[in-house]
């Protein structure tokens, strides 16, 4: 797992608070993205390839609001599944 499977880019920081910002987001991000292989069994690539192409989206008219999506496909519902349990204690 690298940034580059994250498609992150490089960043430069100078500041102590800055570089501590950077890893604590990076760690975080290796962190989720650690838990949605274990749990989908998928690789981040393939749930990030597949995922990415699903949106929810919210348009106001007047003093309504409208949402439209896309149905998800079963086998990215039953990915999310488990991702959305509860993590239970060790």
Not at 53 to 63: E, H, K, L, S
Request: charged share 30%; hydrophobic share 40%.
């Amino acid at each position: 797992m690298s940034k580059n499977d994250l498609c992150a880019r490089p960043v430069y920081h100078h500041k102590r608070e800055s570089i501590e910002a950077h890893l604590t987001i990076v760690l975080a991000a290796l962190a989720v993205t650690r838990l949605i292989e274990d749990r989908t069994g998928w690789s981040i690539k393939k749930f990030v390839r597949t995922a990415r192409r699903y949106r929810t989206i919210q348009i106001r008219a007047g003093a309504n609001v409208l949402t439209a999506d896309d149905p998800l496909p079963a086998d990215v519902r039953d990915a999310l599944t488990p991702i959305n349990q509860p993590t239970r204690a060790r």
